[in-house]
């Protein structure tokens, strides 16, 4: 089984990288509920985050702090909402949103349409502020 993100990991399919190790990949999602949405994913192809072996799991979230706290700096908001839902695509990932409510995090909202200018704007200033 090869997932969109596996695609993605492989670069076989472009997306607006904002930090990647040896294990682990996050990059803005293209339908944001806000500007900096970015989803967070395990290189390895897992469908379900609970299925993910402890230490993969451990290093998932860790990296996922990293890159919530460079949104923080990067976005204005409130806080960084985390979420996992795991249906959409069968490749376990975590979704960092910029919020400023709670209902910022529905995901019935309408999806944000950004130009790819916006995106590059975005992700650039993401990647700037991870690890400062």
């Known amino acids: 089984m090869s997932t969109i ?7 076989d399919l472009p997306a607006y990288k904002i930090a990647e190790d040896e294990n682990f990949l996050a990059f803005l999602d293209i339908n944001p509920l ?18 993910i072996d402890d230490d993969l799991y451990k290093g998932l979230f860790a990296f996922a702090k990293k890159v919530g706290k460079a949104i ?9 909402g985390i979420t996992v839902i ?5 490749h376990a990932h975590i979704h960092l949103i910029p919020i400023n409510s709670i209902y910022d995090m529905d995901f019935k909202q309408p999806k944000l349409k950004l130009s790819e200018e916006e995106f590059r704007e975005i992700a650039e200033n993401i990647r700037s502020k991870v690890d400062s």
Do not use: M, N, W
């Not at 993100?5 to 670069?11: A, E, N, Q, R």
């Not at 989803?39 to 985050?49: M, Q």
């Not at 923080?72 to 960084?80: E, F, H, L, S, T």
């Not at 795991?86 to 069968?90: D, N, P, V």
């Open 72 to 80: 923080d700096k990067a976005i204005p908001c409130q806080r960084v």
């Open 5 to 11: 993100f596996s695609k993605i990991v492989k670069g």
């Open 86 to 90: 795991g249906l959409e695509i069968a």
């Open 34 to 51: 806000a500007k900096g949405h970015t989803l967070v994913i395990p290189k390895k192809e897992v469908d379900y985050i609970f299925d």
